[in-house]
Nanobody, 119 residues
Framework: QVQLVESGGGLVQAGGSLRLACAAS????????MGWYRQVPGKSRELVAT???????NYADSVKGRFTISRDNAKKTVYLQMSSLKPEDTAVYYC?????????????WGQGTQVTVSS
């Protein structure tokens, strides 16, 4: 069974930086995509950034130039380096793993980590 555990959230002032990490356990087959999503109360969960096992990266327009996603396949860990943080980045950040098991897709989520950016 795959499990995802996030770490690194917290409180930071606007303009500051935080680094999130998400470690996966269990059998993870390639190709796969790991990523970060975020959600604020009353709104839908939105994509922040994704990275495939082959290194292809996608960012939401709102974080381009400020956030950097990376992964260490040997450690089964994905990172999100967040810089120049803004109050509007405040949200619960969720790690996601999307893989194919045979011919069926499987979606896994972490428990979420709170990021709060004060003005």
């Amino acid at each position: 069974q795959v499990q995802l555990v996030e770490s690194g959230g917290g409180l930071v002032q606007a303009g500051g930086s935080l680094r999130l990490a998400c470690a996966a356990s269990g059998s993870i087959f390639s190709p796969n995509t790991m990523g970060w999503y975020r959600q604020v109360p009353g709104k839908s969960r939105e994509l922040v950034a994704t990275i495939t096992s082959r290194g292809s990266i996608n960012y939401a327009d709102s974080v381009k130039g400020r956030f950097t996603i990376s992964r260490d396949n040997a450690k089964k860990t994905v990172y999100l380096q967040m810089s120049s943080l803004k109050p509007e980045d405040t949200a619960v950040y969720y790690c996601n793993l999307y893989i194919w098991i045979g011919s069926s897709p499987a979606d896994y989520w972490g428990q979420g980590t709170q990021v709060t950016v004060s003005s």
